[in-house]
Structures are given as C-alpha cells and as structure tokens.
T-cell receptor
C-alpha cells in the first residue's frame, strides 16, 4: 500500500542552524502539507502546497520557513535559523483528488 | 476561529467493551471531518473521513458520525481490543476563509484497553 515517507526520523541541530526535512508523498497525490506537533500539544497546520505553490499557510509559517518540491517526488521543509521552540515532531501529509490526508511517520526535530 | 475539542482526554476500558469518543467543533462550516489514530512516538494513521454531505462512515469495528448543525462527531469502537490502545484524534477541514486543506486538530483521547 502506498505511503508517505519522511527522512530523517530524528534530526538534532544547534540553535541558529538551518535544517531541511524531507518527505516523499504518495506518488499520484497532488496536494502536500506540513504539520507539527510540539510534545504534549495538538497537531498544528503549517502549510499546504499545490501546483508548485503555497496555497495556504498558518501564522507559525513565518519567513524562517520555506517549502519546495525540487523534483517530481520530493517535498521539503526548510527552517533557516532554528530556534529552541522549533523543537517538535514534523509531519508531512499528502492527498489526492479526494480529500483524505495521509500522514508520514514524522521527523523529530531537536534544537539544542 | 475553529476550535476542536475532544472529550474525554483519557479513557480506560476492559477488553470487549463498546465505546464512544467525542469530538466537537465551534464552526459548522466544515468540508470534512477526519479521524486518526496515533501510537506513541508515531505518525497519524487515517481511520475514517466523513465528508460534509455525509452523516456517517464505517470501517470494520469503527463507525464515525457527523452532525454539522450541532458541531459534533463521534467515533464508535465496537468490541474493543488491547490493540486499539492509542490516542485518537479528530480533525476538521473547513471553509474558514478559503483555507481548504487546513486540518484543525483536537488534542485527542488517549484510549487504553485492558486485557
């Protein structure tokens, strides 16, 4: 069964460093998303992406964040200068022509 | 602004019981409501999606209902098993000023099914 994959599973970085989180959505899906979940808190929407551009973003998704679909299969989230409060589990999701969103296993980001 | 609330926050039941998890949302202008399961330290597994024109969906021992007018959804689990132990999340996708695709999540109900 097709699934969303994410790498790495765990990323540790120093405050101020740039990180790139990688996702491979389900191959025939057209809509892509990033969410995050700070430990013990709700899952929060960051950004949605369709037709090679951002279609919606939340207040969390400020200028430090960017997304890219560099080729036909990958979807990346970049954080330019990480802060301690960026420590969270980051989930990638995708959906097809239907509306059901399928989530990846997540990348745990730890900022020291 | 859409708010999603789940009650109870935690639930412990003996194996075999039927149970109901509740989800409420403040803005009835939703497109869809999706239920997920999350195991500790893991990703989200989609269980059921109810579109706004539907009132319920069923998959195996799971049945989810949606009442937009009252702002409620319930997830019914029949004949619970220890393997059902997980956190169950509901998420509303809505027409909140054009933000289709933006899932707003509740905090979840942590279910423990005892053998």
């Amino acid at each position: 069964e097709p699934e969303v994959t994410q790498t790495p599973s765990h990323q540790v970085t120093q405050m101020g460093q740039e990180v790139i989180l990688h996702c491979v959505p389900i191959s025939n899906h057209l809509y892509f998303y990033w969410y995050r979940q700070i430990l013990g808190q709700k899952v929060e929407f960051l950004v949605s992406f369709y037709n090679n551009e951002i279609s919606e973003k939340s207040e969390i998704f400020d200028d430090q964040f960017s997304v890219e679909r560099p080729d036909g299969s990958n979807f990346t989230l970049k954080i330019r200068s990480t802060k301690l409060e960026d420590s969270a589990m980051y989930f990638c999701a995708s959906s097809g022509a239907g509306v059901e969103q399928f989530f990846g296993p997540g990348t745990r980001l730890t900022v020291l | 602004k859409q708010e999603v609330t789940q009650i109870p926050a935690a639930l412990s039941v003996p194996e075999g019981e039927n149970l109901v998890l509740n989800c409420s949302f403040t803005d009835s202008a939703i497109y869809n409501l999706q239920w997920f399961r999350q195991d500790p330290g893991k990703g989200l597994t989609s269980l059921l999606l109810i579109q706004s024109s539907q009132r319920e969906q069923t998959s195996g021992r799971l049945n989810a209902s949606l009442d937009k007018s009252s702002g409620r959804s319930t997830l019914y689990i029949a004949a619970s098993q220890p393997g059902d132990s997980a956190t169950y999340l509901c998420a509303a996708e809505g027409d909140y000023g054009g933000s289709q695709g933006n899932l707003i999540f509740g905090k979840g109900t942590k279910l423990s099914v005892k053998p």
